[in-house]
């Protein structure tokens, strides 16, 4: 199993290999059109309208879309009893969606008679009963952002009719928004308790000087203080082909990381920590940073203990296309990862997690390797840094019977308007990442907004995780 560890996003069948980002180099890689992506199939199964239109049109040939997922009848069975992944199934859909002509021209483009050729023989199946209750289990954390005051929030710039305007000004400050006289709704909650400074209260906000600074920052800067937890199944397992269902399910968290790269947060995040003219750390600027990547990381383990996981599973977070092009970028890499390690030396993981897998990508050999040997850490785990796909991994173990989460970077979009996965129906690329990758490959798109209850309703993210006694079918792996 240690050769899979290079494949990540790529399918090998005998000498062929499968690119699942949409490129590739025939005859030694062939692109897997996007149109092919198993999430495609899972969503029809749960009643998608695929009428309804795409809600973020790409600007140019390079960004994704952010496709609208509207259904008939959200997670009502009406007929549908077991949701079933497979290549013959796969065909048919495409068949019936695009016609035969399309789905030849696709097995053309890759050289193979039958898409089973890509993903394998075998079928993954789930009860519907199991799913709806899995959705229910879905659950958003934050570091010091009040709870209520974010799903309040994320209800509003997550509405099907509104998450474009508000994807457009991801990068304007609450504050801003609630200025003027055409004041969106988001604008008008931020004077209101502006304006009302008991109505507060009832969001959680703890004293004014708070709800000044969170004001101040961007529906992008908010991002980096939540954590969305969602149980499911992966669809794949060895080489991204279609497997049975696990043992038992996984813990898929995502969170997003700062951006210190591209757009107007990039600037406002540097100006934070770093000087303008040096690209150094100002005074204080890199404990500030630690200390804020440390929230994160606490929140995610948090979330573990929450769902009694025993082996957690990181991919980096924050360490590629939101460093892309900045010179600090080695200065971030290394406090995100003493952040992470100092996080698991505290005394509320004692005995908490069985072993922490930490995928090492993202960043030099010698950041992780020096810290190891030169740093003392007492680590309250076993922590294993390896170079084998993360995603298998976590199959691997839940399929032991293992109790699993599988943590991972995401978009602000996903974050914050409660959109799974984001770019993952068309992305490509680059904007082809791991949250899209899993989405497009598991149960994970059940946390998006306008699927699961959640969001905008603090009574659901209230209840208690799902249990992990030995009897369960829905035991969280």
């Not at 996984?250 to 951006?259: D, P």
């Not at 005394?347 to 810290?371: K, V």
């Not at 796909?389 to 199959?395: C, Q």
């Not at 899993?438 to 946390?447: E, N, Y």
Request: glycine share 6%; with cysteine.
């Amino acid at each position: 199993p240690e050769a899979h560890g290079f494949l990540k996003f790529k399918i090998k069948v005998g000498p062929r290999m499968f690119d699942l980002r949409g490129v590739g180099a025939p005859p030694k890689c062939h692109a897997v059109p996007c149109e092919l992506r198993l999430g495609h199939l899972f969503l029809s199964q749960l009643g998608i309208d695929h009428h309804q239109p795409d809600l973020i049109p790409p600007n140019t040939d390079k960004v994704a879309s952010l496709p609208c997922v509207r259904f008939r009848s959200v997670l009502e069975t009406k007929g549908t009893t077991k949701i079933s992944i497979s290549a013959l199934l796969l065909e048919e859909y495409l068949v019936k969606r695009f016609g035969l002509g399309k789905l030849e021209q696709w097995r053309g483009s890759m050289a193979v008679d039958h898409l089973s050729e890509v993903f394998g023989k075998e079928t993954f199946e789930l009860e519907m009963v199991e799913l709806k209750m899995l959705a229910k289990y879905t659950r958003v954390l934050t570091a010091v952002l009040p709870e209520k005051f974010f799903l309040k929030m994320a209800s509003i710039v997550s509405r099907d009719d509104d998450v474009k305007w508000y994807y457009e000004h991801k990068e304007v400050a609450l504050r801003e928004m609630g200025e003027g006289t055409d004041l969106c709704e988001l604008g008008k909650l931020i004077r209101e308790l502006t304006e009302k400074p008991e109505r507060r209260v009832d969001f959680d906000f703890p004293q004014t000087t708070y709800w000044s600074n969170v004001t101040q920052q961007s529906l992008s800067e908010l991002s980096t203080q939540v954590c969305v937890a969602c149980m499911g199944y992966l669809f794949t397992g060895y080489n991204n082909q279609i497997a049975p269902r696990t043992k038992f399910p996984i813990l898929f968290l995502s969170a997003s990381a700062i951006n210190f790269s591209f757009g107007l947060t990039s600037a406002q995040e540097r100006q934070k920590y770093f000087s303008s003219e040096t690209w150094r750390f100002i005074e204080g600027g890199e404990k500030q940073l630690k200390d804020r990547v440390k929230q994160m990381w606490r929140v995610l383990f948090e979330a573990c203990l929450n769902y009694n996981v025993r082996y957690p599973i990181a991919v980096p977070i924050g360490l590629s296309n939101f460093l892309e092009g900045f010179r600090g970028k080695y200065a971030v890499m290394l406090v995100y990862h003493e952040a992470m390690f100092e996080v698991l030396c505290e005394r509320s993981l004692q005995g908490a997690f069985n072993t922490f897998y930490l995928y090492r990508s993202g960043a030099p050999l010698f950041i992780t390797e020096r810290l190891l040997l030169q740093k003392k850490y007492k680590f309250k785990c076993r922590v294993v840094v390896h170079q084998r796909d993360p995603k298998v991994l976590a199959w691997e173990l839940a399929n032991d019977g293992r109790h699993v989460a599988y943590i991972h970077s995401s978009d602000p979009v996903a974050a914050i308007q409660g959109c799974a996965g984001n770019r993952w129906a068309s992305g490509k690329e680059n904007e082809y990442s791991w949250c899209e990758d899993l989405v497009a490959s598991s149960t994970a798109i059940i946390a998006r907004s306008n699927i699961c209850a959640l969001w905008g309703n603090p009574e659901e993210n209230e209840k208690e995780a799902a249990p992990c006694s030995s009897g369960s079918s829905t035991q969280l792996a």
